[in-house]
């Protein structure tokens, strides 16, 4: 993967201003539908990513799930502990990569969801694009996409720098998971913008939002409206989906109950939908003053 600024003659930036982590042509992940989920810091990024994968799962898709936080807590509730992440192994082999063994940093969980967590640079040392890229090489070296229908990038936090958009390089669709309130969806109309430019150069579409957290959907049903892209699903704010974490477990394995069901009902409806195919959503993003001044309450 390359540096490269928009003067350098190579194929034109993300945006203006853009220095961007290009993917190598090399690096493109074949055969497997491949999904990128965003969204605000904290909206529950990690627990969508899981229980969609073991949707995925359960209807007999083989999944590879890929954790790109330095916190390395995508996949715990489908692994039930906190794995070693990509950057850590290779440390331990001075960055040799052709040392590594695939069980030194692919796990196995809930349902067969295969599980990596990609890690992260230390604070302010470098960039998680570089982080995203080296996961798939050696995911590639490996052939372990080979034998995978859908990968999952769960990646941290609001798109902050063209590092952590790395993913969208690789992913057929994007998706943005929101709660009903100003912040996030702010951060959306970022996230949303971050995905167009990616869009230029790359076969990434938007697919869409999934409220989460909320028991309305008002003001991102507005919000969408606005800037023309789906609403793909409804979690609702159930205390049921926060003891799932606490409990280090999926939906899926809680016990049945009305809230649960209907949960689980809703991810197995959304992996059936993104399987089958969703429309790439052509949404128009405002600008940050203009959605300042659209949410909100008179």
Same mark, same amino acid.
């Given at each position: ?13 993300? !945006? ?9 042509p090399?690096d ?10 965003? !969204?605000?810091?904290g909206? !529950?990024k990690?627990?969508? %990513?899981?229980?969609?994968?073991a949707?995925? %799962?359960?209807?007999g ?12 807590? %995508? ?8 794995m070693p992440?990509?950057?850590d192994?290779?440390e331990t ?13 692919? $796990?196995? !969980?809930y ?8 890690g992260g ?27 995978t229908d ?6 941290l ?5 063209g ?5 969208l390089?690789?992913?057929?669709? +994007?998706?943005?998971?929101a ?9 959306m109309?970022?996230?949303?913008? +971050?995905?167009? +430019? ?7 579409r938007l ?10 959907? &008002? ?5 969408? &409206?606005a800037?023309?892209?789906?609403r793909?699903?409804h ?11 606490l409990k280090?477990?999926t939906?899926?394995?809680m016990?049945?109950?009305p809230?649960v ?7 197995m409806r ?13 949404? +128009?993003?405002m600008?940050d003053r203009?959605?300042f001044d659209f949410?909100? $309450?008179?």
């Amino acid at each position: 993967m390359n540096l490269h600024t928009p003067n350098k003659g190579f194929r034109r930036a993300d !945006g203006e201003g853009s220095v961007q982590v290009q993917l190598d042509p090399a690096d493109k992940i074949k055969g497997a539908k491949v999904f990128a989920v965003y !969204g605000k810091g904290g909206i !529950g990024k990690s627990t969508t %990513s899981s229980n969609l994968s073991a949707a995925f %799962s359960k209807l007999g898709h083989r999944v590879l799930q890929i954790g790109c936080d330095p916190k390395h807590d %995508s996949t715990f509730t489908l692994t039930k502990k906190l794995m070693p992440t990509v950057i850590d192994v290779l440390e331990t082999v001075e960055f040799h990569s052709e040392e590594l063994r695939p069980e030194d940093y692919m $796990f196995e !969980g809930y349902n067969g969801v295969m599980c990596v967590e990609a890690g992260g640079p230390p604070a302010g040392t470098g960039c998680g694009g570089y982080v995203v890229g080296q996961t798939v090489k050696l995911l590639k070296q490996h052939h372990l996409l080979e034998d995978t229908d859908v990968v999952i990038f769960d990646v941290l936090g609001d798109v902050v720098c063209g590092g952590f958009a790395a993913p969208l390089q690789h992913a057929e669709r +994007a998706v943005v998971v929101a709660a009903n309130d100003f912040d996030s969806i702010f951060a959306m109309n970022r996230i949303v913008q +971050a995905i167009g +430019a990616k869009s230029k150069n790359y076969d990434v579409r938007l697919a869409g939002v999934v409220a989460n957290r909320s028991r309305a959907t &008002d003001e991102i049903d507005r919000f969408c &409206d606005a800037v023309g892209m789906p609403r793909l699903a409804h979690f609702r704010d159930v205390d049921e989906i926060r003891r799932s974490r606490l409990k280090k477990c999926t939906l899926f394995e809680m016990p049945d109950s009305p809230e649960v069901i209907q949960a689980q009902d809703e991810y197995m409806r959304l992996a059936a939908m993104l399987w089958a195919g969703v429309e790439p959503s052509i949404a +128009a993003p405002m600008k940050d003053r203009d959605i300042f001044d659209f949410l909100g $309450f008179e």
